[in-house]
Nanobody, 124 residues
């Protein structure tokens, strides 16, 4: 079993920055690939960024490309999402997710384990 716990969300003004954290535990092979998703009420959950824990290779969605950086700590147990130049359109619940190996790095259906989410609110 894999457990994911997000933190770091909050309220920020447009142009500000936030760093989200996702603490992961459980069998490493089940969480080798981790990602951040976000969801606004009434809309589908969408992938933001993903990282291969082993190689540190990353994938980004165009919505935050250039404004976000996904990374992990040396132990591979915590994944971060640094977001800069935040816009009101970035307001959403942000979820951390993990899987052993996705065929699509930002595909919602590819991920087996999910955290409870952390709210990000960006005001204009």
């Amino acid at each position: 079993q894999v457990r994911l716990v997000e933190s770091g969300g909050g309220s920020v003004q447009a142009g500000g920055s936030l760093r989200l954290s996702c603490a992961a535990s459980g069998e490493f092979s089940r969480r080798r690939y981790m990602a951040w998703f976000r969801q606004v009420p009434g809309k589908e959950r969408e992938g933001v960024a993903a990282i291969d824990i082993g190689t540190r290779k990353t994938v980004y969605d165009d919505s935050l490309k250039g404004r976000a950086t996904i990374s992990r700590d040396n132990a591979g147990n915590t994944v971060y999402l640094q977001m800069n130049s935040l816009e009101p359109e970035d307001t959403a619940m942000y979820y951390c997710a993990a899987t052993s190996w996705p065929s699509q790095a930002l595909g919602v259906a590819e991920y087996t384990y999910w955290g409870q989410g952390t709210q990000v609110t960006v005001s204009s």
